[in-house]
């Protein structure tokens, strides 16, 4: 069974927008993972945050978890087209279960 | 390249046949997984290897459901007495220590007619 869920289940802006997707998940975890997967392609590993942080950076990306809350969100600041693709969460959960939400399907407009 | 490789990329077979996957991970990977994504669906976890060990198939949906890695390196997939509900992509992962981070193939596109 899938344990995050990720909101907005579709989203849609113009190129230069920031875009923010939340998660949130079930059970006490070890870390949190954003992936990025294009259509008709595997997942990529875009970044990890684990369960004692708060937030974390990478390029244009940043990440935020709140475990009291048991969600995170991921912004993707200044987006191109080329960011379009579908956005995962992941839990390493402390029975070492690595589970995937559902996605967010992110559209950029140029 | 060097990523993870799955073959084949695209299987349709008729119901109650089997079939095989075949994933061959990044060379010295330590850990593999399988996972299964149903369309518009994050991946479900099926299984996970470290080294020729599996140590961990609480995510394969029935005993129809098989998966191998024997020289830890390779390792195959599969199903048999397939079912419509089995259509599915089919991914595999691997890492090189522990459960992540975790580089996907491009995944099987299994279809079940």
């Known amino acids: 069974s899938q344990q995050g869920e990720e909101d907005p289940q579709a989203l849609s802006i113009q190129e230069g927008e920031n875009a923010t997707m939340n998660c949130s998940y079930k059970?006490?975890?070890?870390?949190l993972q954003w992936y990025r997967q294009n259509s008709g392609r595997g997942l990529v590993h875009l970044i990890l945050?684990?369960?004692?942080?708060r937030e974390k950076h990478s390029g244009r990306l940043r990440v935020t978890l709140d475990t009291s809350k048991k969600s995170s969100s991921l912004l993707i600041t200044a987006s191109r087209a080329a960011d379009t693709a579908s956005y995962f969460c992941?839990?390493?959960?402390?029975?070492?279960?690595?589970?995937f939400g559902a996605g967010t399907r992110l559209t950029v407009k140029p | 390249g060097a990523g993870v490789s799955q073959s084949p990329r695209y299987k349709v077979a008729k119901r109650g046949q089997d079939v095989a996957l075949r994933c061959d991970p990044i060379?010295?990977?330590?850990?593999l997984f399988w996972y299964q994504q149903a369309l518009g669906q994050g991946p479900e976890f099926l299984t996970y290897?470290?080294?020729?060990?599996?140590?961990?198939k609480s995510g394969l949906p029935s005993d129809r459901f098989f998966a191998e890695r024997p020289e830890g390196s390779v390792s195959t997939l599969k199903i048999q007495r397939t079912q419509q509900e089995d259509s599915a992509v089919y991914l595999c992962?691997?890492?090189?220590?522990?459960?992540?981070?975790?580089?996907f193939g491009d995944g099987t596109r299994l279809s079940i007619l």
């Open positions: 059970t006490s975890i070890n870390n």
């Open positions: 945050i684990r369960s004692n942080e």
């Open positions: 060379s010295g990977h330590v850990s």
């Open positions: 992962a691997s890492s090189s220590e522990g459960r992540q981070p975790q580089h």
């Open positions: 992941a839990t390493d959960d402390i029975d070492n279960d690595m589970r």
């Open positions: 290897f470290q080294n020729e060990a599996q140590l961990d």
